[in-house]
């Protein structure tokens, strides 16, 4: 191929940039070569990234390992006595791609070009060399990391390698060393929008060794114990001939065009247009049927310059240490030394939500859990949800039958609460209604001992109102739940006036074994997410009364990206819940939480939300609900309704903040993500806010500084 | 009583050995194990894993990377079926020896079909003796000698009652012993048996072991007789003369006759008899005399059935003691003709089917062998000593 990518005076500029580079805090992952005595082959040189840290901390990509892993290259490929080069990892991982805090960081576009050359110049070099390059895959291999693989000439792969993707389209990026290019050409346009799209937009799934062996990654799959030794004499063997690969190449434009269309499509299901990096990669993707290397990396190297100069990936990056670090420790968290271990727990209720819950109890605390319920019939009827939604799990071969056995001896249900007397944490579950909620926690009370925590799933009464009156209102906190349970990661720790720091890192050390993340709040209407949500629905039903067109309401929001459209979300929901909740906000903060009549229509018809659907599933807008909804003679246009939902939000926000519901815009931006799905293009929401510049114009100020969240000034 | 069964060797393979605190530093001795365990393995499909019916691995000190019952848990990291059992095993310099002796007893009694037993000695990570609590009463009630317990100083007590062995003797086969090994890699002879280790080194990043580290080809008597003699001043025991400290496993597969005839395993020696004996501890390197004796004796057989031995060299005056109480030749060439432990090294635990592996290649070699011997000497003073017959053996038919 004549087309070079870079000449030796661009590579040159390159790498004296990298040199001059200031402190950057990159975590360098040197380049290790060493000589191999391949018995009967030759000499053999073994590039090992290492970055002198265990296993917690994988290699990373920045800069300057790129810049040592590029002159390492150049010596070892110049090297007239070796038969072959291999790039593996420090134990247990590849590398696992570039180094995010740098990419953050970055703050003018000729700094992310470099990174993207830097990354493409070294690669290249394991395309050029005159002996036969192999890839090791050892271990994790995310982005950049499985990228060098992927420039080799031979790939092995550990069948105990746990994790391999190419996440960027999920961060924000495209696997722009390469990978998009690559990937496709290598296992075919339809396996490669799997693993750049489906797989990284899907909540970043991986896969692991076998898959990558199956999907064609890698060449050969070879045993975890001695993997290192087998992938040598493998490649001592491909060096003398005795193994060859045979690769095939898809370049049917038709199955190429198939392939990238399906991809946009389940793209636009995700993100709905908001986000750019996917639809980026599936250009990428598109052009590398007849791209040479050169065109590709230099699309690439605009590409990434372009995301990474994008508020989308900043609010990206944002999200993404959210949900690795605030999220695992919540904010405002007392000493976790002074947690109550906890023994044993009862739910009271033995309805859908109470049966959720005493699943998750039993399972992740592997406790005894108790159901308690008035009506015999109903906690028996618990007890058997429970065992058999492990049965379930058990037919599916994720629970053992020593476990099966073990979580369903567990579960037991009763109609006496002094069953509870043993309980170190008791979780309520029943009605949404104060004076029930009051007289369950007394009778709970009359049995427990005075430090077992009491919990509530209330998600709009007042848990300060329950505990009053209570002997030691102290152990009372709320636990508010998002459904369904088990897939949604948050959970609201609600904090009384009351609650003390025991009972606090009691709630808190049981949600970290339940696999939530808290996020710790004040006892405020709705808390978070639901106050946050509703006060949205508020203002769309606002202009759906005034006589916005329905359809014109929902679709308003789409340039945001949210999972699904706010109507849609209300079917899910529920309307009577929705109203129950919108009637609370509205008593407890008056008319900006606006109770609509349509809605109340909508819940006395007994409808299970606005849309109706046809055979293909599609939402539409009834006869019936035409009928039923009373409109106004005022509509708004799909813009207007956009901004009043964005202003809405933005006032909505920065009270909670004064209120002091949570401690920081951070602890909200966690909530929608966790809780309601709220996506990372946008940071959750208020690098949102921020950057269409609606806080400001709204509340006078930033939820966030600049730079924090998205591009620097 | 079940009736007795013939114990055969199938198949022996080691980890090249590595000098302690280089080639070896940063990597784990139950992986150089499982390394073996999965070679032999590999090198035998014909072998169902689910047929093993025990893995016995010898190490010397049972803790860390040498810790946890090391037959188990080497079985369960190489993907031995998980019905497959084991255990560890310790005599000292004889483990992987004692390893073969009791699995191939459980052959022969009838409890086992097929073992794997072996050896692993990392002294990089487990110097000899490290975390034992030696009980005082040895000294303070004089159990033992005070030098008993430094090997260096045992080998020079056993050149002051044989004062015929000396310094220089010892060099010449300590040379004789390096030019050996140079000259079987140079016929590929060592090679055979070795299965490659991947190396971690932070500093280097990963490497592949596939030579052994310790041996010193072109070494000279003049070169040896300039050494330090560390154990006594002007005394006679060198770095030259002796065995190093060492890295390294080894493992082989043991069969019951049948059982290999009917799964197709080769036979490469049949176990005819093993002892082993104690003597003063002082003096443990003449431990090969007495068990030789007595495994000769038990056997029915004297030290001219015997046409080849594999005795460990542990150090130069041990060998030369055994040669001269059975009136052999310092350099008869059935003796050691491969080389041994000076040039090649002795990881304490694994060296028993070291010795093995090397008898198994001269039955090979030499069918008109019938008999021979593995033999070595044990710290604490002891000997342990195996008598095998060669399979190819030509002699019935003459």
Redesign the interface.
């Known amino acids: 191929m004549s087309d070079t990518y870079l000449n030796q005076a661009e590579i040159d500029d390159l790498l004296a940039q990298v040199d001059a580079m200031g402190e950057t805090g990159e975590v360098i992952s040197h380049t290790?070569?060493?000589d191999?005595?391949?018995?009967g082959v030759g000499t053999f040189v073994?590039?090992?990234l290492?970055n002198?840290r265990d296993h917690t901390r994988p290699a990373t990509l920045g800069p300057r390992t790129l810049a040592e892993l590029y002159r390492t290259l150049v010596e070892q490929t110049a090297r007239a006595d070796i038969v072959g080069l291999g790039v593996?990892g420090?134990?247990f991982g590849l590398a696992a791609g570039a180094d995010l805090g740098l990419i953050g960081n970055v703050q003018q576009r000729s700094d992310a070009l470099m990174i993207a050359r830097m990354g493409h110049a070294a690669y290249h070099l394991l395309h050029t060399a005159e002996v036969p390059t192999f890839c090791f895959i050892n271990g994790l291999a995310l982005g950049g990391g499985l990228e060098i693989g992927l420039h080799c000439d031979y790939r092995t792969v550990s069948r105990a390698v746990p994790a391999v993707a190419l996440p960027e389209t999920f961060l924000g990026l495209v696997p722009g060393w390469g990978g998009a290019h690559l990937v496709p050409r290598l296992i075919g346009p339809k396996k490669a929008v799997q693993v750049i799209i489906t797989n990284a937009m899907n909540r970043n799934r991986t896969i692991n060794g076998p898959t990558v062996f199956d999907l064609g990654l890698a060449d050969v799959l070879l045993?975890g114990?001695?993997?290192?030794?087998r992938s040598?004499?493998w490649a001592a063997q491909v060096i003398s001939g005795e193994v060859t690969v045979a690769r095939q190449t898809e370049d049917d434009p038709q199955v190429w065009d198939a392939a990238v269309a399906e991809g946009r499509a389940i793209v636009d299901g995700i993100v709905h247009g908001a986000a750019p990096a996917p639809y980026r990669a599936l250009d990428r993707i598109a052009a590398a049927r007849t791209e040479t290397r050169a065109e590709a990396y230099r699309a690439e190297d605009e590409a990434l310059a372009d995301l990474i100069m994008g508020e989308e990936l900043r609010a990206s990056l944002y999200a993404f240490d959210l949900t690795q670090k605030r999220a695992r420790k919540a904010a405002g968290a007392p000493d976790k030394s002074l947690a109550r271990p906890v023994t044993k727990v009862g739910v009271v209720g033995a309805g859908l939500m109470a049966t959720q819950l005493a699943t998750l109890f039993v399972r992740r605390l592997g406790v005894p859990v108790v159901m308690s319920d008035l009506d015999a019939e109903r906690a028996e009827r618990g007890v058997r949800m429970v065992r058999e939604e492990f049965a379930g799990l058990h037919e599916k071969g994720r629970l053992s039958a020593d476990d099966l056995n073990r979580l369903s001896a567990l579960i037991s249900g009763t109609t006496d609460q002094a069953d509870f007397a043993d309980c170190s944490f008791v979780i309520e579950a029943v009605f949404e209604e104060m004076s029930v909620k009051k007289e369950v926690f007394a009778e709970v009370a009359r049995h427990v001992p005075e430090d077992c925590v009491l919990a509530t799933n209330t998600s709009s009464l007042s848990v300060t109102e329950m505990s009053e009156g209570l002997p030691h209102p102290e152990r009372v906190v709320g636990f508010h739940f998002f459904n369904p349970v088990a897939v949604l990661p948050l959970l609201e720790v609600v904090k009384t006036p009351h609650t003390d720091d025991a009972t606090l890192a009691t709630a808190l050390a049981v949600a970290k074994e339940l696999r939530k993340n808290a996020v710790l709040v004040a006892d405020s209407t709705a808390f978070v997410v639901n106050r946050v949500l509703v006060r949205m629905m508020s203002e769309l039903t606002k202009v759906v009364d005034e006589g916005t067109p329905i359809e014109v309401a929902d679709r308003a929001l789409q340039p945001l990206g949210l999972p699904m459209t706010p109507f849609e979300l209300l079917e899910l929901v529920g309307p009577a819940i929705a109203l129950h909740v919108a009637e609370s906000l509205n008593a407890s903060f008056g008319d900006r939480f606006h109770v609509s009549p349509n809605l109340q229509a909508l819940v006395a018809a007994k409808r299970p939300g606005i849309y109706d659907r046809d055979e293909h599933g599609a939402p539409y807008v009834g006869d019936e609900v035409r009928a039923l909804f009373e409109i106004g003679d005022s509509p708004s246009t799909s813009e207007q309704v956009r901004t009043r939902i964005e202003n809405a939000l933005a006032e909505e926000i920065r009270m909670m903040l004064d209120e002091g519901v949570v401690e920081a815009p951070m602890d909200i931006d966690l909530c929608m993500m966790l809780g309601a799905g709220w996506p990372f293009h946008l940071g959750g929401i208020t690098p949102y806010l921020d950057r269409a510049g609606v806080s400001e114009r709204v509340t006078g100020q930033r939820f966030l500084p600049t730079g924090v969240a998205g591009l620097p000034e | 009583m079940p009736e007795l069964r013939e114990a055969v060797f199938v198949d022996g393979v080691r980890t090249p050995f590595g000098k302690a605190g280089s080639l070896y530093a940063e990597t784990r001795a139950d992986d150089m194990v499982?390394?073996c365990l999965?070679e032999l393995l590999r090198r035998h499909p014909e072998l169902p894993p689910e047929r093993v019916d025990e893995v016995a691995i010898a190490a010397t000190t049972q803790t860390g990377d040498q810790g946890l019952t090391i037959g188990r848990t080497t079985a369960i990291?190489?993907?031995l079926p998980q019905s497959v059992p084991g255990y560890a095993i310790d005599r000292m310099c004889a483990g992987a020896m004692t390893a073969v002796t009791t699995t191939a007893s459980g052959i022969a009694f009838g409890a086992y079909d097929i073992a794997l037993a072996g050896g692993v000695e990392h002294m990089t990570h487990h110097p000899m003796g490290s975390g034992a609590d030696i009980n005082p009463r040895f000294i303070a009630e004089k159990l033992v000698d005070p030098t008993a317990l430094v090997m260096g100083s045992t080998a020079e007590n056993l050149h002051d009652r044989f004062p015929s062995i000396t310094k220089d003797r010892a060099d010449a086969y300590a040379v004789l012993s390096q030019q050996r090994v140079a000259d079987a890699y140079a016929a590929g002879i060592i090679?055979e048996s070795l299965?490659?280790?991947?190396l971690?080194?932070?500093?280097?990043?990963?490497?592949?072991a596939?030579?052994d580290e310790p041996p010193r080809p072109g070494t000279t008597v003049e070169g040896l007789a300039q050494l330090r003699t560390p154990f006594r001043p002007h005394g006679r025991v060198t770095a030259g003369n002796a065995a190093g400290l060492n890295d390294g496993a080894t493992a082989c597969l043991l069969a019951e006759a049948a059982t290999a005839a009917e799964l197709g395993l080769p036979v490469a020696m049949k176990m005819v008899g093993y002892a082993f004996a104690g003597v003063a501890p002082e003096v443990m390197g003449v431990g090969p005399v007495p068990a030789t004796e007595k495994a000769l004796a038990r056997a029915g057989l004297s030290i001219d059935d015997i046409g080849a031995i594999e005795i460990n060299e542990a150090f130069a005056v041990q060998v030369l003691a055994f040669l001269e109480h059975f009136g052999i030749a310092d350099d008869d060439p059935k003796v050691n003709p491969y080389g041994g432990a000076i040039a090649l090294g002795h990881p304490l635990a694994s060296s028993g089917v070291r010795l093995m592996i090397h008898l198994a290649r001269t039955f090979r070699e030499r069918p008109e062998v019938r008999y021979g011997l593995t033999t070595m000497c044990i710290g604490l003073g002891m000997g342990g000593t195996v008598i095998w017959e060669n399979p190819n053996w030509n002699g019935a038919q003459q």
Not at chain 2, 195 to 198: F, K, S
Not at chain 2, 200 to 208: M, T
């Open positions: 290790r070569a060493r191999i005595d391949l018995p073994l590039l090992t290492d002198e593996t420090k134990p045993d114990a001695d993997f290192l030794e040598l004499l | 499982v390394d999965r990291l190489a993907g090679q299965v490659p280790v991947a971690r080194s932070v500093e280097q990043g990963w490497g592949l596939t030579t």
